[in-house]
């Protein structure tokens, strides 16, 4: 019922910039909470960067002052620019979504957590 969409990732140098984003379509009544992960191959993934509906937002220590998080509620989409990319920044960026699909949903606090299919990113030294 619901789809997130990502895009924007690639391959870039140390220092350089990119800019991801996240369209969530279908059945959506409302948008929470959205949000970027990331993994590195055989590592746990970890929260990046979250926004609440309100514009509310909080990151991960290791970005802050390099990423930025924004949302479109309009277009029912999610940005993370990312600056200054070191290395260790190197991941496959995950995008998330708390959502009521519905107004049953939504009173009845029934909200669910959705996930894009993810888009790397490479950050070379």
């Known amino acids: 019922q619901v789809q997130l969409v990502e895009s924007g990732g690639g391959l870039v140098q140390a220092g350089g910039s990119l800019r991801l984003s996240c369209a969530a379509s279908?059945?959506?009544?409302?948008?929470?909470?959205m949000g970027w992960y990331r993994q590195a191959p055989g590592t746990e993934h970890e929260l990046v960067a979250a926004?609440?509906?309100?514009?509310?937002?909080n990151y991960a220590d290791s970005v802050k002052g390099r990423f930025t998080i924004s949302r479109d509620n309009a277009k029912k989409t999610v940005y993370l620019l990312m600056n200054s990319l070191k290395p260790e920044d190197t991941a496959v960026y995950y995008c998330n979504a708390d959502i009521a699909g519905t107004y049953y949903q939504f009173v009845s606090q029934n909200s669910q957590r959705y996930w894009g299919q993810g888009t790397p990113v490479t950050v070379s030294s």
């Open positions: 279908g059945i959506i009544f409302r948008i929470n909470v």
């Open positions: 926004i609440t509906s309100g514009g509310s937002t």
